[in-house]
């Protein structure tokens, strides 16, 4: 192993922590920091640092577009079933298992439709 890829996962785990971390303080920057699309362009630069190749950066942004439309749910989902009284870890199972059913049936959607991801 590389120490770049080292710094990859240091990079990762620290982005990981700072959002629970700062959401244990403020809600909403902990959703700002979240919500920003970090892990999309941590991916990005690592894909054309180790490629060279900004087509397959391309490639991959456009399927996050796509894709980001099936996790919607779980930010539907989680909070209304939260706030109807369930505990948290039933609200989690049923909004992640909500959120898989969107995505399996976006990827099957998608193709039929002339997207491919």
Same mark, same amino acid.
């Given at each position: 192993? %590389?120490? @770049?890829?080292? &710094? ?9 922590? /700072? ?11 902990? /959703?700002?920091?979240?919500? *920003?699309?970090?892990?999309? &362009? *941590?991916?990005?630069? =690592?894909?054309?640092?180790? %490629?060279?190749?900004? @087509? ?17 749910? &779980? ?8 706030? /109807?009284? =369930?505990?948290? =870890?039933?609200? *989690?199972?049923? /909004? ?11 990827? =099957?959607? *998608?193709?039929?439709?002339?997207? @491919?991801?």
């Amino acid at each position: 192993m %590389t120490w @770049q890829f080292f &710094l990859k996962v240091a990079i990762t785990v620290v982005i990981v922590i /700072a959002v629970s971390e700062i959401a244990k303080r403020s809600s909403f920057w902990g /959703a700002i920091l979240a919500s *920003l699309p970090l892990t999309s &362009l *941590l991916a990005f630069i =690592w894909l054309y640092a180790d %490629t060279g190749n900004a @087509q397959s950066v391309a490639s991959l942004s456009r399927s996050i577009f796509w894709l980001v439309l099936a996790s919607l749910p &779980l930010f539907a989902l989680l909070p209304m079933l939260l706030n /109807a009284g =369930w505990s948290f =870890w039933p609200s *989690l199972l049923v /909004a992640s298992v909500v959120t898989t059913g969107a995505y399996i049936g976006l990827v =099957w959607l *998608l193709p039929r439709v002339g997207i @491919q991801l």
